[in-house]
């Protein structure tokens, strides 16, 4: 499919700044190869989610958006603000590097992303790559990655605003204000969202305690207030200048024991230099801060404080060798800083990497291949490399095989948390084969990718030693159907994900599921217009799940429905409705944590 394939001295000198359109068009996406290319370009799978699309889904949360995507699992602790977990994969929660903007962000004690409270009104787009990513990225990227862009803008100034309400007291509202001209770009926008909840946990008190190990039949509210900005200018002779800050605050009231409120704080901030000193070699320098703090609390009264900051830099050189060939290199720099109430042995830790990449067409082939080298500060060097090919069986038919190796240097939780950590932990490490088939018709796309993926050195609790230990090992088979097609006037996307994650650790539990994995998820969105109507459905099916690496709890498979409607009554304004769970289905990502039954919400929205 080389007639979709961007001249890549054109991407490199002249920046490649593009207008996102539906998924079963051609986007230009980031994160895959760390460079401008298409989607059809890519060589690793990726899922492309628009603004467009967030406000078609009406989504209220980054949850909504992913849930049962192409190699998506998401767990969710009882609703709106309650840690939500996400498995690229099959893989860990903490084996997803997740980016804003290019900024690494995330907990270093935990080693999760706070998905929960990123606020889907300052994003732009987000991009979903499935499959190792650590020989570009480094630690973490063992699943894949996935980089949330916040709005840009640019053109004419422009005013947008949103109210919206609806189910268990909810009250959302965003507003901002972009603009910029030819150059330049920028976009201000602030937004909040305010809900009454339902009771997140039906808990297990000891002994035998299960879920939130404690009974409080209470509403679990949720709040959150962000705020976004993103401001740069294209000069001549080659330079550009992009900044950005993100800032969502949270108050949450959940079920537990020990805690039961928290306040919170995401924040990043970054900024980003491109220059190109010769007409075949652009340069880029991006340097970024993210922040991850929160205050708990027991029934008002103060517990604990967890923060951890992450401060990264970044220099990479693109240099254009002829028309259809690219290498990259670069260099990655990391310091991670944890704080608070807990005294941890060891609170800071830095990370170097160098990396190179060569991208390259020959005729109907084409190559990838990276490598990269990190030098952790108290885990020592680890090397990491992938290879990609793609074969052009047909214009319309693309054969793509690859195979990577990725690692995920320990959290300070699990190497310092007083009384629990260990310091003598190893990275995991991972190896991946992949495997796909892709192609275009008149209406639209498909693709079929399969993989196995082994994981080593997971670390996992030990009863011997009472701590964490690298006793564990995974072996995940999977296959993953994308279509996207237009047909009878509507818009048809449609994702199903089989899996077979496998414990291989040996004892008891060897031959076991891996614990909230589901062999079997479907996600079919369909929309179409009507005028100055739009009518749209979101189907979500997933099979069943264990909750316990024993494969003794059962989580019951189960299917909802979402439906949505808007109604264009007058120029740049609409009205939009939804149902969520429309069939008002009983289910649960996670044991004796409750999700929200039917319910219903409208928005208002102004968007020129």
Request: aromatic content about 10%; overall charge neutral; hydrophobic content about 35%.
């Amino acid at each position: 499919m080389k007639k979709r394939r961007l001249p890549a001295a054109a991407c490199l000198l002249l920046g490649c700044h593009p207008v996102f359109a539906l998924q079963v068009d051609d986007p230009i996406v980031i994160t895959a190869s760390r460079t401008a290319e298409t989607v059809d370009e890519s060589l690793a799978p990726v899922t492309v989610i628009t603004r467009e699309a967030i406000e078609r889904l009406q989504a209220q949360s980054v949850q909504d958006l992913l849930r049962a995507l192409p190699g998506v699992g998401v767990v969710n602790n009882g609703g709106p603000g309650k840690t939500t977990s996400v498995f690229l994969r099959g893989t860990e929660s903490d084996h997803v590097l997740v980016l804003i903007d290019g900024v690494r962000v995330g907990s270093a004690t935990l080693g999760t992303t706070a998905f929960q409270d990123i606020p889907v009104d300052q994003i732009d787009r987000i991009e979903i790559v499935r499959g190792p990513r650590t020989s570009l990225y480094g630690s973490e990227a063992i699943g894949g990655v996935i980089q949330i862009f916040t709005r840009k803008g640019g053109g004419a100034l422009r005013p947008f605003f949103a109210l919206g309400g609806g189910s268990y007291r909810t009250y959302s509202a965003s507003s901002g204000l972009s603009g910029g001209g030819t150059r330049g770009w920028f976009n201000l926008s602030v937004s909040g969202l305010d809900t009454a909840g339902f009771n997140a946990c039906i808990g297990k008190p000891s002994p035998g305690g299960a879920g939130c190990f404690t009974i409080e039949p209470d509403r679990d509210g949720y709040r959150n207030l962000s705020g976004a900005l993103r401001a740069g200018y294209r000069f001549g002779e080659g330079l550009e200048v992009d900044v950005h800050a993100l800032r969502a605050e949270g108050k949450n009231a959940f079920d537990g024991g020990f805690v039961n409120e928290s306040e919170s704080v995401r924040q990043v901030l970054g900024g980003t230099l491109r220059y190109a000193p010769a007409h075949r070699w652009r340069v880029t320098l991006t340097a970024g801060r993210s922040r991850d703090a929160s205050d708990n609390f027991k029934d008002g009264a103060f517990q604990s404080r967890f923060e951890s900051e992450r401060d990264t830099l970044s220099l990479q050189n693109d240099i254009a060798l002829f028309d259809d060939q690219r290498l990259t290199v670069g260099v990655d720099y990391r310091d991670d800083r944890v704080a608070g109430t807990t005294a941890y042995a060891v609170t800071s830790r830095d990370d170097t990497g160098l990396f190179a990449q060569y991208r390259g067409g020959f005729d109907a082939h084409d190559v990838q291949f990276s490598l990269r080298r990190d030098d952790d500060a108290q885990f020592g060097a680890r090397t990491t490399g992938a290879v990609a090919w793609g074969y052009a069986l047909a214009p319309e038919l693309r054969l793509v095989a690859s195979y990577g190796t990725a690692f995920k240097a320990p959290t300070f939780n699990e190497s310092y948390y007083p009384g629990y950590g260990n310091p003598a932990l190893r990275p995991e490490s991972s190896r991946s084969v992949e495997m796909g088939l892709r192609g275009e018709f008149g209406r639209g796309r498909w693709s079929v990718n399969a993989f196995e993926t082994r994981i080593d050195d997971l670390i996992a609790y030990d009863a011997s030693i009472f701590a964490p230990n690298n006793i564990d090992q995974a072996r995940i088979l999977g296959v993953e159907a994308v279509l996207a097609v237009r047909l009878g006037g509507w818009t048809w996307d449609a994702g199903l994900t089989l899996l077979d994650p496998k414990n291989r650790s040996g004892g008891a539990n060897d031959g076991n599921l891996l614990p909230r994995r589901a062999e079997r998820t479907l996600r079919v969105d369909a929309d179409r217009d009507f005028g100055r109507y739009r009518l749209g459905a979101t189907l979500v099916a997933v099979g069943r799940r264990y909750d316990d690496l024993a494969n003794t709890r059962v989580l019951d498979g189960y299917a909802t429905v979402d439906v949505r409607g808007e109604y264009h009554f007058a120029r740049n304004w609409r009205l939009q409705g939804r149902i969520e769970n429309l069939f008002d289905a009983d289910y649960e990502t996670a044991a004796y944590y409750n999700q929200p039954g039917r319910s219903a919400y409208l928005t208002l929205r102004y968007a020129p």
